[in-house]
C-alpha cells in the first residue's frame, strides 16, 4: 500500500467541512429558496456519480430524484463514493464551495 500524497488529507479534511456548511446552508433555505436550487445540487450529485462510476469502470446510472429533503443525503453519499473511487479532493471541495455559494 503506498502512502496517501502529503495535500490529500488535508484537501479532504476540506471536503467535509465543506459539505457540512452546504448542509447547514441548506436547512437554512427557505423552502421556495431550496425548490429553485434543487436542480443545481442534483446535477453535481449526478456529476459526481457518473465521475465515481468512470474512475471504477463501472456504466453511469441515473441517480433518483427523491426530492429537496433528500438531495443533500444523496450529495453526501456521491462525496463519499467520490472520495473511496480514488478521486482528486481538491476540486471537489471547489465544487462544494461554488455549490454553497449559490445557494
Not at 433555505?29 to 465521475?51: F, I, S, Y
Amino acid at each position: 500500500m503506498t502512502p496517501e500524497p502529503q495535500r490529500a488529507v488535508p484537501a479532504r479534511e476540506a471536503v467535509g467541512a465543506e459539505l457540512e456548511r452546504v448542509a447547514r446552508r441548506w436547512q437554512q433555505l427557505p423552502l421556495d429558496h431550496a425548490l429553485a436550487h434543487v436542480p443545481a445540487v442534483r446535477a453535481l450529485v449526478q456529476q459526481l456519480a457518473d465521475e465515481g462510476a468512470a474512475a471504477q469502470g463501472l456504466p453511469v446510472t441515473p441517480v433518483p430524484d427523491l426530492g429537496p429533503a433528500v438531495v443533500i443525503d444523496q450529495l453526501r453519499v456521491m462525496v463519499h463514493d467520490h472520495a473511496a473511487a480514488g478521486l482528486d479532493p481538491v476540486p471537489l471541495a471547489e465544487r462544494l464551495t461554488a455549490l454553497r455559494r449559490s445557494l
